[in-house]
């Protein structure tokens, strides 16, 4: 029953945007910190950005921070990235994950992983 399952990604040309949803079944999102992380091919996975779990602190990666936005919304038990002036350097797979806690930008303690959603960004 437990469920993190990302949608969103897809193909677009530089400089669009998407916006990556992590809808949670199987438990409540209210009580974690949740990250967003990527991994291009050839390429160690890295953390992006994490919300703690009242939302009130966000954290980004460098490389992103920005022209990506972390938010939540725990009545629908859903995060978002919203993903804006996109380069090809951030194509990826990107994962949420379920954590205790945000040291920094990077989602700590990760109790559970989604199955990642395709990004891909050329012309």
């Known amino acids: 029953q437990l469920q993190l399952v990302e949608s969103g990604g897809g193909l677009v040309q530089p400089g669009g945007s998407l916006r990556l949803s992590c809808a949670a079944s199987g438990f409540t999102l209210d009580y974690y910190a949740i990250g967003w992380f990527r991994q291009a091919p050839g390429k160690e996975r890295e953390g992006v950005s994490c919300?703690?779990?009242?939302?009130?602190?966000?954290n980004y990666a460098e490389s992103v921070k920005g022209r990506f936005t972390i938010s939540r919304d725990n009545a629908k038990n859903t995060v978002y990235l919203q993903m804006n002036s996109l380069k090809p350097g951030d194509t990826a797979v990107y994962y949420c994950?379920?954590?205790?806690?945000?040291?920094?930008?990077?989602?700590?303690?990760?109790?559970?992983w989604g199955r990642g959603t395709q990004v891909t960004i050329s012309s």
């Open positions: 919300i703690n779990s009242s939302g009130a602190s966000t």
């Open positions: 994950a379920r954590g205790r806690y945000c040291s920094g930008y990077v989602c700590t303690d990760v109790s559970y």
